[in-house]
């Protein structure tokens, strides 16, 4: 039996498993099933994901991401800003580093306990979606900011049935075959929005989501007209900060910034 070392890891309410792969002593067939097991709540660590580190030949290094359901992901703004304050107080990489996912390079900078990563460009934006859900329109709009999002403008959060109306959301044909996080928006002034999201492979409201929280603000920017940067309140009563040009209708240079902290180190049994 394999004994396999972890650390336990927290951004703005998001908490990962972080495990250090470089060497390979976990099969990448046992990756998707490891998480699985221990992403369970109450049974297990308990987890929003698992990040796994591997070696790359095109940044300082690899990350992955595997949610509780086994499935994989392209890419986390939150568990990417964990895993960077990772690598760097383990000495993986130095405080700027760059990060390949499935998902593109990313750059990470660590200050503290504070994390600013640049993400990809968002991409395929489509405007005034109309979802049939429960026989009610729902007008929408989607972005992808490394994974893909739902956003939703709504006038007040706490009245939203976020696990209900977010899995019909994630799982609407108009998103199919993968599917798409779903975003419900409140704004608040112009850099400044509230937002709680419903993350595919959790399959239930999370207290934060990083590239939810980019989505939820170009698409603030764009629609609402609010500039950048725009601070996003999370569920978890946290903050995070998203930085942006947009020029033409395009977004470029976007940043996500917020704290980070790495909450405990152990040992599971890989069974």
């Known amino acids: 039996m394999n004994r396999i070392r972890f650390t336990k890891a927290v951004a703005t309410g998001n908490d990962f498993i972080i495990v250090d792969n470089r060497s390979a002593s976990i099969l990448k067939s ?5 998480a699985k097991r221990v992403c369970e709540r109450k049974w297990s660590i308990g987890a929003d994901g698992m990040l796994v580190i591997e070696r790359s030949e095109a940044a300082d290094f690899k990350m992955r991401i595997f949610n509780p359901d ?3 992901a392209e890419m986390c703004g939150n568990g990417s800003r964990c895993i960077a304050l990772y690598a760097k107080n383990n000495r993986i990489a130095g405080k700027a580093m760059t990060i390949a996912t499935l998902a593109g390079i990313l750059n990470a900078t660590v200050k503290g306990d504070t994390v600013k990563v640049k993400l990809p460009d968002p991409r395929d934006i489509k405007w005034n979606l109309c979802l049939i859900i429960h026989k009610c329109p729902y007008k929408v709009n989607f972005v992808n900011t490394g994974v ?3 956003v939703y403008f709504v006038d007040d959060l706490n009245k939203v049935d ?3 109306l ?3 959301m994630r799982g609407h044909k108009e998103f199919s075959p993968e599917g798409a996080n779903a975003d419900f928006v409140k704004v608040i002034n112009k850099h400044h929005i509230k937002v709680r999201t419903y993350e595919r492979g959790v399959e239930d409201e ?4 990083g590239t939810g929280a980019v989505a939820s603000a170009v ?3 764009e629609s609402e007209k609010l500039e950048s940067p725009i601070t996003v309140q999370t569920r978890g009563g946290e903050k995070l900060k998203v930085y942006f040009e947009l020029v033409e209708g395009y977004f470029r240079n976007v940043y996500l910034e917020g704290a980070a902290k790495l909450v405990y ?3 599971m049994k890989d069974v």
């Open 162 to 164: 976020v696990r209900d």
């Open 70 to 72: 086994g499935s994989e």
């Open 30 to 34: 046992k990756l998707a099933a490891l």
């Open 219 to 221: 698409i603030s920017a």
């Open 148 to 150: 893909p999002h739902v």
């Open 206 to 209: 999370t207290l934060a989501c």
């Open 265 to 267: 180190e152990g040992v």
């Open 166 to 168: 977010g899995s019909h």
